[in-house]
T-cell receptor, first 113, second 112 residues
Framework: KAGVTQTPRYLIKTRGQQVTLSCSPISGHRSVSWYQQTPGQGLQFLFEYFSETQRNKGNFPGRFSGRQFSNSRSEMNVSTLELGDSALYLC????????????FGPGTRLTVT | SQKIEQNSEALNIQEGKTATLTCNYTNYSPAYLQWYRQDPGRGPVFLLLIRENEKEKRKERLKVTFDTTLKQSLFHITASQPADSATYLCALAPGGSYIPTFGRGTSLIVHP
């Protein structure tokens, strides 16, 4: 079974721009979660989507948004990029109902200059 | 405030020995606890889950204990190998939540 895929793997953007990251979950998984990982803060939860609805949300500003499509694929968008947004963005998928294990993708390394 | 603590210092051990990593938490009542492995530049990989009513869980060379009185989980890798070198993250979540909170992780280095 194919794992979680994320595109692009690497991205360089300029402050003030916006960016869209994509995640394709494992087939059959209905929950997709997004995390930001930085050396200073570790792995921080952004939001979770289940069946196209945002089910949980972390403590990030409104510049961070996401959505999920009917095929469970998900995108996250960051508008008005700041230098501090430079991080590894990880997507994780799970069944979302009775299973707690999360399966992570390889991540998108975003660098904001 | 809720806090999850993992040793920030790397754990260095010799091949063949048992590695023991610690995860402590405060102001938290987790229903379950997970351990993940993360290699540099890659996403975490799920290893084991243990629930609050379980004391111990094993999987091959891995063993996890969960002491809700001490608010601590221990993660053991027996007969460690250089290939076990990675960062190990613990993650906790309350009942009914599918969103765990992650610790900062502990780096394990196994020397041949």
């Amino acid at each position: 079974k194919a794992g979680v895929t994320q595109t692009p793997r690497y991205l360089i953007k300029t402050r003030g721009q916006q960016v869209t990251l994509s995640c394709s979950p494992i087939s059959g998984h209905r929950s997709v979660s997004w995390y930001q990982q930085t050396p200073g803060q570790g792995l921080q939860f952004l939001f979770e989507y289940f069946s196209e609805t945002q089910r949980n949300k972390g403590n990030f500003p409104g510049r961070f948004s996401g959505r999920q499509f009917s095929n469970s694929r998900s995108e996250m968008n960051v508008s008005t990029l700041e230098l501090g947004d430079s991080a590894l963005y990880l997507c994780a998928s799970s069944w979302g109902d009775s299973s707690y294990e999360q399966y992570f993708g390889p991540g998108t390394r975003l660098t904001v200059t | 405030s809720q806090k999850i603590e993992q040793n920030s210092e790397a754990l260095n051990i010799q091949e063949g020995k048992t590695a023991t990593l610690t995860c402590n938490y405060t102001n938290y009542s987790p229903a379950y606890l997970q351990w993940y492995r993360q290699d540099p530049g890659r996403g975490p990989v799920f290893l084991l889950l243990i629930r609050e009513n379980e004391k111990e869980k094993r999987k091959e060379r891995l063993k996890v204990t969960f002491d809700t009185t001490l608010k601590q989980s221990l993660f053991h890798i027996t007969a460690s190998q250089p290939a076990d070198s990675a960062t190990y993250l613990c993650a906790l979540a309350p009942g009914g939540s599918y969103i765990p909170t992650f610790g900062r992780g502990t780096s394990l280095i196994v020397h041949p």
